[in-house]
């Protein structure tokens, strides 16, 4: 008879606890295959528990194909290949173990947003009124290019603010810009040879390299990716930041692009993705058209992300492909699963409409802007001559050259060590290089008005410790 050791305190259900040891037994051995097992009252009695519980556990074996029965005959063990446990357990290694995200006291990261004035009860009131109007879609699975009536909406919103032309159809939801860049790489795009900015977003560069795209980063000067180096490269297709350079912050100008545009007419199979990660703010002058706007031939694929103008992680980006490209797309592509949640392509759809995201956007320009003015003031009242920003007149991160002996490493260890969020330059090169004067990526997005002047304080600190 079975010594099944049970807790009379009922730490768990006695069913459980004959369950459990049953299945360990059989997968480490201990009770062979075709090894008959006690009847439901042999095993209650011999136990001092319930014939109920003992039979909830036979069920519960036999449901997951530990155990079969045979009429009149009884219980059985089924024929399962034991498992045994190793002499040694093994363990995760030490930089392998997650710690929890380190709390900064101040934040110069250029990946993030002001949180706190999002206008969470207008989503939450358009959440509502969209599951009303529209909930009953959420009954099943969507075009896997995202809901029309988003896609109908964004057609229309770029096209008036951006200069983007398109239809619906050429649209596509996706989770974020690297998704989308991995659906189009195994859609449209195999085996092509890639050209990156340098610096650029080194991202995007690891997942080419991953799938095992060639990649040549081509360098920017203060007009954007240099198109005579561009030349240089087996490249077919170019990914640039026109409207605001990721980093650098330069606004490529147009006879930057239309220079680029002809190197994409050239060939056939050219083309140019334009990521234009945080186009809604530009603090100077009016807002330039998209690179899209421009091309006439069908060469740009445009990319769009809400994760700078609403929150990161709503997770929700778009990608605009050209006529060309759709057969394509709709051949191979519409076997991938939407990634974006439903819900929250209904949601969105219902900010636009009732006009809260224009709204947001202009109340987040205007603080936007007051909180980079008061940080580059602040930045130039105490660092003086010793520094120099560049790329401030778009988006929500500038550069900081600093005039310094100074390793870039010391200042993001020692800014590490004083608990400061900090990043440099370093972090989008292709191959990084010991700069004569460090360059950091200043973002504003996540420094409160009030904490700015001590927040240069100690940076200042980082960068000129001995003064």
Not at 3 to 12: A, V
Not at 50 to 65: C, D, K, R
Not at 146 to 157: D, P, V
């Amino acid at each position: 008879m079975f010594h099944i050791p049970i807790d009379r305190n009922y730490s768990s259900p006695v069913y459980k606890q004959i369950y459990h040891w049953m299945k360990n037994e059989i997968l480490q051995g201990g009770l062979e295959a075709r090894t008959k097992l006690p009847s439901k009252r042999t095993l209650a009695s011999s136990l001092g528990v319930s014939q109920n519980s003992v039979l909830s556990a036979y069920h519960q074996l036999i449901a997951e194909g530990y155990i079969y029965t045979k009429e009149r005959s009884g219980y059985f063990v089924e024929p399962i290949q034991p498992i045994r446990p190793q002499k040694e357990q093994k363990e995760l290694d030490a930089h392998l173990i997650e710690k929890p995200p380190k709390a900064y006291r101040y934040s110069f990261s250029h990946m993030g947003v002001e949180a706190s004035l999002f206008p969470f009860q207008r989503w939450q009131y358009c959440e509502q009124k969209a599951i009303q109007k529209e909930g009953d879609i959420l009954s099943d699975i969507n075009h896997p290019q995202g809901i029309y009536k988003l896609r109908e909406i964004l057609a229309s919103k770029i096209r008036h603010t951006r200069g983007v032309i398109c239809e619906p159809e050429q649209i596509v939801i996706g989770a974020s810009t690297q998704w989308l860049l991995q659906l189009f790489l195994l859609v449209n795009a195999e085996d092509q040879p890639f050209a990156m900015e340098e610096p650029g977003y080194h991202r995007l560069s690891a997942l080419l390299k991953t799938m095992d795209h060639p990649v040549d980063h081509v360098p920017v000067d203060h007009l954007g990716m240099q198109v005579d180096k561009l030349r240089e490269t087996q490249a077919n297709i170019a990914i640039v930041t026109p409207s605001h350079q990721m980093p650098t912050g330069s606004i490529m100008p147009v006879s930057r692009r239309t220079e680029l545009l002809h190197w994409s007419y050239e060939k056939e199979n050219r083309y140019i993705i334009e990521d234009d990660y945080d186009s809604e703010f530009k603090y100077e002058g009016d807002m330039i058209p998209s690179l899209q706007s421009l091309d006439v031939n069908e060469k740009v694929i445009y990319i769009g992300s809400f994760s700078k103008s609403l929150l990161p992680d709503l997770r929700m980006s778009y990608m605009v492909l050209p006529l060309g490209l759709i057969n394509g797309f709709k051949e191979k592509g519409l076997h991938f699963m939407q990634t974006t949640s439903v819900l929250t392509q209904l949601v969105l759809s219902q900010f636009l409409e009732t006009g809260d995201y224009d709204k947001h956007i202009k109340r987040m320009s205007n603080y936007y802007k007051d909180l980079r003015e008061k940080t580059i003031a602040a930045l130039q009242d105490r660092f003086g001559s010793l520094t120099r920003v560049e790329g401030e007149k778009a988006g929500l991160h500038f550069l900081l050259h600093l005039d310094t002996e100074e390793a870039i490493e010391r200042i993001l260890e020692r800014a590490d060590r004083m608990d400061i969020e900090l990043y440099s330059i370093q972090r989008f090169l292709h191959e990084p290089f010991r700069d004569a004067s460090p360059t950091l990526i200043i973002g504003f997005a996540k420094l409160k008005p009030e904490e700015i002047t001590e927040a240069v304080e100690e940076l200042y600190r980082c960068c000129f410790p001995d003064s």
